[in-house]
């Protein structure tokens, strides 16, 4: 170990060697099986989806920030059995099922879901054991015809946010500008619903990078053409899964310090 040191300083590496073993050691005052996130994605979400990315990104940062165990940031959909089908209400009972077999109790809960997946998020909200801390809902639609019922659709939740667009249902060519229109509605196959009851409001207009640049595609005899955002990519917005990491990390940390 000395003479790797004095290498390094011959070399002009001046930083400190990490000791493997000081960082194994390392204990959080957050336990590993104390946090629950869940991400549940919408109709025909499919197991590849913005919230199965969203999930892993949490999963490899809370882990090395918190220790929180991995399994305990998991992805579900907005319906296991019929989750194509959008005559179904969302299947609360298998996601409390999800949660309770992982901490029926834990310290912090954020639960997140796009389209038919935040109208599961809501219901799910209010049958937890525990408020959750944090509630992000991305373009969410309530049931086919996109029509919040009060009060079993209006979330609960110590801070809740909405992120939402009107641009269409989905944009086939982003050269050509044009838009799958929000209405009329077709199938449950709907842009989000703008105001949720207690939720912060986040319009959102374009697809962003994750540190807020306006993403572009080259387009012959235009140049660059800014990316709008539609239903079906909202949930894969980098943007978007950035600010819902600063969220549940500003909570996680506060819980820490205490």
Known sequence: ????????????????????????????????????????????????????RLRDTLRNRLRSAYGVNPDNIFH??????????????PLVNDLIWEINRRNSNPSYLAIIGHSFGGWAACRLSKVTN???????????????????????????????????????????SMCLDKTRPCT????????????????????????RTAGGTIRTVN?????????????VTIDDDAHIHRLIFNQINNDLSKIIKK
């Open 1 to 52: 170990m000395k003479k790797l040191i004095a290498r390094r300083r011959r070399m002009g590496v001046r930083k400190p060697l990490l000791n493997p073993r000081v960082a194994a050691a390392r204990k959080f005052p957050v336990p590993n099986n104390d946090v629950i996130i869940v991400c549940i994605s919408g109709f025909r979400g499919g197991t590849k989806n913005g919230m199965t």
């Open 76 to 89: 579900r959909s907005w319906n296991i059995n019929h989750s194509n089908d959008p005559l179904f209400f």
């Open 130 to 172: 525990k408020t959750p801390n944090f509630i992000g809902l991305v373009d969410p639609v309530f049931g086919i015809s996109n029509t919040l019922m009060k009060p079993r659709d209006v979330p609960r939740g110590s801070v809740i946010t909405n992120w939402f667009q009107d641009n269409g249902i989905s944009i086939p």
């Open 184 to 207: 009329p509605l077709v199938n449950g196959i709907s842009c989000g619903f703008q105001d949720v009851p207690g939720a912060v409001r986040k319009p959102v207009e374009f697809l």
């Open 219 to 231: 387009c012959l005899g235009q140049g660059r053409v800014r990316l709008r955002a539609s239903h």
